[in-house]
């Protein structure tokens, strides 16, 4: 048990922009530093004087040995973020919530299916695996974006494709793009999918996650060997505010990631 | 001050307790005062009665009761000269506990670093005197929200831990009333540091006073009472039973949790949605509701920030939102969220119902919307063979 | 050996303040910020604000009504009522970068708007001797009828806080914290007992947008709304409400038909006013 404190002070080590409206931004401790993350877990950045957002962390050991986040600017906050340079200061808390059980898919084919920026979450996962491939069965990472301009860590994706099997598609088509077009659920068919030994880490847009949960299903793998990463508003990530409600669960503390034999009838309730 | 069941169980078993009259109720205030508390009670304002700071036991609302319907309260003058025979008020214990308006933490941008204050003013030892058994279950529900979990408000344990509880068993329900059908009264339950019960007849004006921690008895010890007689004991044991009687309200009979988990698509939200101003006073009054909101605010420097956590509402359209619109948009899905969060998942969350039958939303809705009887017209819909649909994926 | 220039001097934004169709109240409000006053003009330059200076921009030069701009932040006070303000907002909005609206006349039509309702012309004749000599449209409207508004401040007249936090959120980059919901969310965080449970006392803080601080109903007054509607009210059972409260049909009617009456959320009222009520709430 601890106590909510405020955040510590965080310094940016380095920025890198992803896409037109994306960042990644990657923090250093200032003094005082953060308990480790770990996969899917998430951290509330606070830009000074504006406000705070719960964001996963992209990467659990930048460039600089710091803690990576990936941000898209789509409001006061996130715009506040991105517009961060090295040197400048956060405020920054955490872990909260659960991570992406990396236990459970040991001796498991790997699958990994991200809409968008939902990437970020899952690419922590990607170097987990990576890292310790001898502990797990083969990797599979479906990536699926709306635009080819929307793909976020493109050289880094096209670098796993060595170690595992990359699948990248989108919904539009731009000129110069040779790839797939569709949305990602499509990517499902060009796997040879052993649905009884595999584990899934999914995360997108709601509607996107519901989908791939669904389709995985009809391919037979267990709703409890999937897992997605939801998003609700949070002010305080310490189970107190109440606002990141979804049905029983409290998603800053129960999630952001949960089974999908949890969470399958709840997302199945309009407004819930 | 004992802050959970188990110190309340490893205290000594309270005795047959004392008999005090209204000049033993006169010199607790002056007691608690002296010990340094600030005490919190009961006593007339506004219309109606409100928990404020007292400075004597003149304040407490003496010969005040209170009639209570869905979306009404009127004061109404007691014959009896009773004091604590009046049920729930528009504020409940958690305006002092988890107040509406707390400065969380400052930051200072001081040569480009940002410098974190954390604000935790030390509170005030406040004595809650005349706290309702609902009540006293409301704040255990909320020791639980706030410092059960694996994070702990600091502000809220330091308000808390310091508080003094003074039970009142209640022997005058409300027409809203039915905290018999939540568990949480008439009688009081642990967790009171003194209780007394009130008793007025032909024998006077008199309160049965038992301990239920080492400070509520050292504070006991010095009031002037005597030994309680069996007849003021039967007396008042009397009062409670027959209170639970007469509760205005009941819940239906079934487990709500499941009614709640079951009903989410019931047309019967649809007909509260018509009825429901989302103005979010339920929310606000409720004595167990907890949600707060943040605001960030700068000062016109532009060096200086602080970040301020006020009281909030599932009502409010904005309380859901996400970057692309609210999850609960319709008013529907805001009612259903209040209701069911109080009565069903409050269990999967926290551990126990987030209702104690105080019948305060009840009562403060301004249009008299009834939590009992949207339950009860829920538990119509599922014995009416209706209900057995599958939502379909939107 | 460093020497300290002391703290890093940042560009001052500019300030325009500007006035339509309206009593200059909101404006005053930022005179009236007198505490305040000095530390906003230390961190933005007032270019623009006939109320307080005749002079205009760094070089102080006799201002005119449509100003010569740019300006970082335009305040912008009451409705368009005539061929000429129509213009002139399009010029303000051209020069601002960043366009504000403050109280009920920029941000629903003001008390002006009543006559969307009515005919101008009988208006005229009733006010004025010679009527030909005037000038007005058939209708009065809010600002962002016209042009695009970065953000709306209701009132009548606004709140200073709420003014000063719209200012200090656009130095500092956020959002500003204004809420949408209703007075009863400020009625309850003040400890208000609530005057229609415990009175009987007609109220529309159910339906009003909160930021007055819930003031009136402090002082045992029913709330009339002078802040709008919140966001998505539920006008047919407030209204059913009002009129188990005592109100007549009329007198609904007239207690939404003031400051906001031509806010599009009260358009249904006289329809819902003149609705049979079903018996009392539960």
Redesign the interface.
């Known amino acids: 048990m601890s106590t909510v404190t405020p955040p510590l002070p965080y310094r940016v080590a380095g920025t890198w922009d992803e896409t037109g409206d994306t960042r990644s931004i990657e923090l250093v401790p200032a003094g005082r530093r953060l308990p480790p993350f770990a996969p899917g877990q998430f951290a509330m950045l606070y830009a000074f004087g504006v406000g705070e957002v719960p964001i996963s962390a992209s990467a659990l050991k930048g460039r600089h040995g710091g803690l990576v986040h990936t941000v898209r600017a789509v409001g006061a906050v996130s715009a506040a973020l991105c517009r961060l340079r090295p040197g400048d200061s956060v405020g920054l808390s955490g872990p909260y919530g659960t991570g992406w059980d990396l236990d459970a898919a040991v001796g498991h084919d790997v699958l990994i299916v991200a809409g968008g920026i939902g990437l970020a979450p899952l690419r922590p996962v990607v170097h987990a695996v990576l890292g310790r491939q001898a502990a797990y069965g083969p990797l599979a990472v479906l990536v699926g974006a709306r635009t080819p301009a929307d793909l976020v860590y493109r050289d880094e994706v096209e670098s796993w494709r060595g170690q595992a099997r990359v699948e990248v598609t989108v919904d539009r088509a731009a000129p110069g793009w040779q790839g797939a077009v569709g949305v990602v659920t499509t990517l499902l068919d060009r796997l040879e999918l052993r649905p009884e030994r595999t584990c899934a880490s999914v995360c997108g847009p709601e509607v996107m996650m519901r989908h791939t949960a669904r389709d995985l299903v009809a391919r037979g793998l267990a709703p409890h060997r999937i897992q997605v990463s939801l998003e609700r508003n949070m002010h305080c990530s310490t189970g107190h505010c109440g606002h990141c409600q979804l049905g029983p669960l409290l998603l800053c503390r129960d999630g952001p990631v949960v089974g999908y034999d949890r969470v399958a009838p709840l997302l199945l309730v309009r407004e819930l | 001050m004992s802050t959970d069941a188990e110190v309340h169980a490893s205290q000594p078993p309270a005795s047959d307790g004392l008999v005090m009259g209204k000049d033993g109720m006169a010199v607790l205030v002056d007691v608690l005062i002296r010990r340094g508390f600030t005490v919190v009670g009961p006593t007339v304002r506004d219309g109606a009665i409100v928990l404020a700071e007292l400075r004597s036991a003149d304040e407490l609302p003496y010969g005040w009761g209170v009639e209570l319907e869905a979306g009404r309260y009127r004061l109404r003058e007691r014959p009896d000269g009773a004091a604590f025979a009046n049920a729930a008020g528009p504020q409940s214990w958690k305006s002092f506990l988890h107040p509406a308006r707390v400065r969380e933490w400052s930051a200072d941008r001081v040569d480009g670093d940002l410098v974190f204050t954390a604000h935790q003013a030390t509170p005030p030892r406040y004595a809650f005197l005349g706290v309702r058994p609902c009540d006293l279950r409301a704040i255990a529900i909320q020791d639980r929200v706030l410092t059960g979990g694996a994070y702990r408000d600091p502000g809220y344990e330091g308000r808390r831990s310091g508080a003094l509880l003074i039970v009142v068993e209640c022997t005058e329900p409300g027409a809203t009333c039915f905290c018999v059908s939540m568990g949480t009264g008439p009688a009081a339950g642990p967790g009171y540091d003194l209780v007394m019960t009130e008793v007025v007849d032909e024998d006077g004006h008199r309160f049965w006073m038992r301990s239920g921690s080492e400070e509520g008895a050292e504070i006991l010890a010095e009031l002037p009472a005597r030994p309680a007689d069996p007849a003021t004991q039967e007396t008042a044991r009397a009062g409670v039973t027959a209170a639970a009687d007469r509760m205005g309200r009941t819940m239906p009979e079934a487990d709500l949790r499941e009614l709640m988990a079951g009903t989410l698509d019931a047309p019967r939200w649809d007909d509260v949605a018509g009825r429901c101003l989302t103005c979010g006073n339920c929310t606000m009054v409720c004595p167990t509701c907890f949600c707060t909101t943040t605001e960030d605010v700068t000062d016109l420097t532009g060096d200086h920030a602080e970040r301020w956590r006020l009281w909030d509402s599932c009502f409010d359209l904005d309380f859901s939102q996400l970057h692309g619109g609210p999850v609960r948009a319709s008013s529907r899905s805001r009612y259903r969220q209040w209701m069911t969060h109080k009565l069903g998942t409050w269990y999967d969350q926290f551990g126990s119902s987030g209702c104690v039958g105080c019948g305060r939303c009840i009562v403060w809705c301004p249009v008299g919307i009834d939590i009992t009887e949207e339950a009860a017209a829920l538990h119509d819909w599922t014995q009416s063979g209706t209900s057995a649909s599958t939502p379909e994926p939107p | 050996m460093v020497t300290d220039l002391g703290p890093v001097i940042?560009t001052r934004p500019t300030l325009a303040v500007w006035k339509f169709a309206s009593c200059d109240g909101c404006q005053l409000t930022l005179l009236d910020c007198e505490d305040?006053l000095l530390?906003?003009t230390?961190?933005v330059r007032i270019d623009h604000f006939l109320e307080m200076s005749p002079a205009e921009g760094a070089d102080r030069e006799r201002a005119r009504l449509d100003g010569r701009g740019p300006y970082d932040l335009s305040l912008v006070e009451g409705s368009i009522t005539t061929v000429e303000d129509a213009e002139r907002i399009q010029h303000v909005r051209r020069i601002s970068r960043y366009l504000v609206t403050i109280g009920a006349c920029a941000t629903a039509g003001g008390i002006q708007a009543l006559r969307n309702f009515a005919d101008v012309d009988d208006f005229l004749a009733a006010v004025y001797a010679r009527p030909e000599y005037i000038a007005t449209l058939e209708t009065s409207t809010p600002i962002s009828a016209h042009v695009p508004v970065d953000f709306e401040l209701r009132g009548c007249p606004i709140d200073g806080r709420q003014l000063?936090?719209v200012?200090?959120?656009y130095?500092?980059?956020?959002?500003p914290?204004i809420?949408?919901?209703?007075v009863?969310?400020e009625c309850?965080?003040?400890?208000?007992?609530?005057i229609?449970?415990?009175?009987?006392t007609p109220?529309l803080?159910?339906?009003t947008h909160a930021g007055c601080g819930a003031i009136c109903p402090a002082y045992?007054r029913g709330c009339y709304g002078c802040f709008g509607p919140s966001?998505?009210?539920?006008l047919?059972?407030?209204i059913?409400?009002l009129r188990h409260d005592g109100m007549s049909e009329r007198d609904v009617q007239r207690v939404f038909r003031t400051f906001n009456a031509a806010s599009p959320e009260y358009a249904p009222v006289p329809d819902l006013a003149a609705e049979e009520r079903q018996g009392p709430?539960?």
């Not at chain 3, 966001?231 to 539920?234: G, I, L, V």
């Open positions: 940042r305040e530390g906003v230390g961190r000063l936090e200012i200090t959120a130095l500092a980059g956020r959002r914290q809420s949408n919901h209703s009863c969310f309850k965080r003040r400890g208000t007992t609530c229609t449970v415990a009175h009987g109220c803080g159910p339906v045992g966001s998505k009210p539920n047919r059972s407030m059913a409400q709430p539960a």
